[in-house]
């Protein structure tokens, strides 16, 4: 099936542009773009945080970096021990 090669076909093309122009901040968006599609998250936010460095006045880069930061927050374990503590209530003798 041609239609699955396209996205790894793309991100080929995004490395080896990066590799020839490691500054171009357009290059890493297109990649963290690509990286989100496939849900790379953690590929996505390091692209995209780069991207976001050098064009912070681009408003879908950050909306996108957002989405992606999203979902590493839901990726990422919660701490279940700690407990609130009620008012009032001494924590020591």
């Not at 542009?17 to 599609?37: D, E, N, Q, V």
């Not at 880069?61 to 700690?82: E, H, N």
Request: hydrophobic share 40%; glycine share 6%; aromatic share 8%.
């Amino acid at each position: 099936m041609p239609a699955q090669h396209k996205p790894c076909q793309g991100r080929e093309g995004d490395n080896a542009a990066i590799r020839l122009h490691p500054t171009c901040a357009r290059f890493f968006h297109i990649r963290g773009l690509l990286h989100a599609k496939q849900q790379y998250w953690q590929a996505a936010y390091q692209d995209l945080w780069r991207a976001l460095h050098e064009m912070p006045e681009d408003q879908a880069l950050a909306d996108c970096f957002f989405v992606v930061m999203q979902r590493l927050g839901t990726q990422l374990a919660v701490p279940t021990t700690s407990t609130p503590r009620a008012k009032g209530r001494a924590t020591h003798a």
